[in-house]
């Protein structure tokens, strides 16, 4: 009976021990510490043959046992055997929850699809049209504008006779230019090649421009400095511009005073 009570005290102690350090006391431990304490001492009981032998002065089994048994080894084995399976219950690492691996390629997965909103009575069926930004309105010219643009263009029309090229001074009229004295626009074209074929050091000065505008028509007035060859002399003379789908082009040229260019 003294080793029974010794190995459930040691195993109880055991495990108040193990507590302490940490370790976890569930119904699965000490299930096992009970079954290995009956376990124990069954096989003690066994090692004597006590449970075998015969009644001798009217004491039982049990009683044989306690007087004959000499020997002294079974009550550390139970114990150690009790100390051993509690410690294992324990201490024993905690399973790892299960994470879910993810699905092999190819297996389709659910797809969850949200609810669709139900339609609102009345509301229309698609959405209404994103009006689309008013296309910026082109800044309207002003007469500032318009005189910068015409003082340029008298500026490239002298540049061009002074270096008598011929494409970009014809360029600066209109189309159908013509002086009052000269009966088209192709014999004043004629006229104008000879002049600039036949002009030796030739120079063009503008000086005193003044530039005033009317809508689509403009009209600048300046004193102009010629010289050519034994030629030099001064006019005052007046251009009327036109402006069309390529800007400023003179349609009237005017010399205001005695001289000829």
């Given at each position: ?18 507590l302490s ?124 504008d318009a ?17 008598r090229d ?96």
């Amino acid at each position: 009976m003294f080793i029974l009570i010794a190995a459930f005290g040691a195993t109880f102690a055991a495990m108040a021990l193990m507590l302490s350090l940490g370790g976890r006391l569930t119904a699965e431990t000490l299930a096992i510490a009970l079954l290995v304490l009956v376990l124990g001492f069954i096989v003690v009981l066994f090692s004597a043959d006590s449970l075998r032998a015969r009644p001798v002065g009217g004491g039982s089994g049990f009683q044989l046992f306690t007087r004959r048994h000499s020997r002294r080894w079974p009550l550390p084995v139970v114990l150690l055997c009790s100390l051993l399976a509690v410690a294992y219950v324990a201490f024993r690492p905690a399973p790892s929850p299960a994470v879910a691996s993810p699905p092999p390629a190819g297996v389709a997965t659910d797809v969850v699809t949200p609810p669709s909103v139900p339609a609102v009575p009345g509301a229309p069926d698609t959405p209404a049209p994103v009006a689309a930004p008013a296309p910026a309105t082109p800044a309207v010219p002003t007469a500032a504008d318009a005189r910068e643009e015409v003082t340029a263009a008298v500026e490239a029309w002298r540049s061009a006779w002074a270096a008598r090229d011929l494409p970009r001074y014809l360029a600066a009229y209109t189309p159908d230019f013509h002086p009052a004295d000269v009966t088209s626009h192709e014999a004043w074209v004629s006229q104008r090649k000879d002049r600039l074929r036949n002009a030796r050091g030739l120079r063009v000065q503008i000086e005193q421009l003044e530039v005033s505008t009317e809508g689509e028509r403009a009209t600048a007035r300046f004193l102009q400095r010629y010289r050519a060859g034994a030629l030099d002399d001064q006019v005052h003379k007046r251009l009327v511009f036109v402006r069309g789908a390529d800007g400023w082009k003179i349609g009237e040229e005017t010399v205001e005073t005695a001289g000829k260019p």
